[in-house]
């Protein structure tokens, strides 16, 4: 461990604790707005309110404040997904209506983050660390995937419902992120509705 590192302070007292957020927050914005990489921290720790030495106080480098920004977006990322989620009754609910829900909650959850995605498909490539990082998160999302679709597995057509659970979430995923991050010429409703109906047809009987 560097002599850096050494000295990083973990935040206790409230105080303290709300001086790091407020620096990830403001590094989010940042990252948002102008990338990683035309981000310094001595922008990130302006926009927090805080001094460069501040900065430095609780993390050790610009990539550091980048880890702790990608750990909060996966969290508000889960945290919007199960909240819509728990609004439905999967006893009651028509599973056009089921699949549809899902997806709207995840185009929700990604529209704070559009600037931010471009660089993490950047970094996932280019730094192994922060690809760990993601590929643990996105396990997160498979395995909450099978626990949603394990809710209504006698109506599933599949016996294999963790292979069915990889499948919809890497779909749902791609086309979400298509449908967020990228032009198309086919409007968005259109592209939602065949992602559903695609889905709806290979889950259920």
């Known amino acids: 461990m560097s002599d850096m590192e050494d000295k990083i302070r973990t935040p206790r007292q409230d105080r303290s604790i709300k001086t ?7 590094a989010m914005k940042l990252f948002s707005e102008k990338g990683f990489h035309q981000t310094n921290t001595k922008q990130i720790a302006a926009a927090a309110g805080v001094s460069t030495g501040s900065f430095y106080s609780y993390f050790v480098d610009k990539r550091a404040v980048f880890i702790d920004v990608l750990k909060m977006y996966s969290d508000q990322l ?4 199960d909240a819509s989620m728990s609004e439905i009754n999967f006893k009651t609910v028509e599973r ?20 931010y995605h471009k660089d993490l498909t950047v970094m996932y490539h ?10 643990a998160q996105y396990e997160v999302g ?3 995937t099978l626990g949603y679709l394990q809710m209504g597995r006698d109506e599933l057509k599949t016996d294999d419902v963790e292979a069915a659970a990889v499948i919809v ?15 198309q010429r086919i409007p968005a409703e259109r ?6 109906r695609m889905i709806v047809s290979y889950l259920y009987k």
């Open 20 to 26: 790091k957020e407020a620096i990830v927050q403001a």
């Open 78 to 81: 889960l945290a919007k997904i």
């Open 96 to 115: 056009t209506g089921l699949i549809s829900h899902l997806v709207n909650a995840l185009l929700l959850s990604h529209e704070d983050f559009i600037g």
């Open 126 to 135: 280019s730094d192994e660390g922060i690809k760990q990082l993601m590929d």
């Open 142 to 144: 498979r395995l909450r």
């Open 169 to 183: 979430f890497e779909s749902v995923s791609a086309i979400v992120d298509f449908i967020s991050f990228s032009p």
């Open 191 to 196: 592209l939602k509705s065949e992602l559903v």
